[in-house]
């Protein structure tokens, strides 16, 4: 079983930064296949960026590209999500995912291919 705990998160302004950690314990793989999502009210879950270190791929929403940055540390088992020139439709809840095999390409993003998540932690940007 693997369980997620995230940490980070919180309030900020416009174009502001913010890093979220998410930390795996129990039968986690450095192959395994993680990722971010967020989810804001009334609107679906959608990936925002996912990290599979066994090919070294990472895969991002492009509305994220060239702002979020996920890293993995393998020997802690923690996954970040460095986030950069925040704007307010970044709010949202986010939450940290598992996969226990790698990222399919094509579905890296999706939250259905995720079988473990973390409980979720708030991020607001306001104008």
């Known amino acids: 079983q693997v369980q997620l705990a995230q940490s980070g998160g919180g309030s900020v302004q416009a174009g502001e930064s913010l890093r979220l950690s998410c930390a795996a314990s129990g039968y986690i793989y450095s192959t395994y296949c993680m990722g971010w999502f967020r989810q804001a009210p009334g609107k679906e879950r959608e990936g925002v960026a996912s990290?599979?270190?066994?090919?070294?791929?990472?895969y991002y929403a492009d509305s994220v590209k060239g702002r979020f940055t996920i890293s993995r540390d393998n020997a802690k088992n923690t996954l970040y999500l460095e986030m950069n020139s925040l704007k307010p439709e970044d709010t949202a809840m986010y939450y940290c995912a598992a996969r226990a095999r790698y990222c399919r390409a094509g579905a890296a993003l999706l939250p259905g291919d995720y079988g473990y998540w973390g409980q979720g932690t708030q991020v607001t940007v306001s104008s």
């Open positions: 990290i599979y270190s066994g090919a070294g791929s990472t």
